[in-house]
């Protein structure tokens, strides 16, 4: 499948979304978005937003502020499972039972 580029409007903001997250280890708010780049309303910029999520370019958790996040640098779920039972393994083998009850928990919520 091959991903669908992103028009000019939503490589500005996908720009200004990077540029952001790097100055600030969080996104910015939809209202930051909009004065930045001169944007008329929020819902401009969920509309660029929606667009850059339905072609994989983005990825945002529902009714979380703040969430917006590049795709490509989202590990995939599956990575942090592998990564908690190694871990846990780990933890088990040193006899640290407090952390490998807290990693289990942390495991049994992703699976």
Known sequence: MV???ATKKQ????????????????APSYREIM???NYKS????????????SKGILVKKDHSARSIRLASEVAPENEHIAWLRQEIAVREA??????????????DILV
């Open 42 to 53: 929020v819902s401009t910029v969920a509309v660029h937003v929606d667009g850059l999520i």
């Open 94 to 107: 040193e006899g640290k039972t407090e952390e490998v009850e807290l990693l289990s928990k942390s495991l």
């Open 35 to 37: 004065n930045a780049l």
């Open 3 to 5: 991903k669908e580029r």
């Open 11 to 26: 490589q500005e903001l996908l720009e200004y979304l990077r540029e952001f997250i790097n100055e600030h280890s969080y």
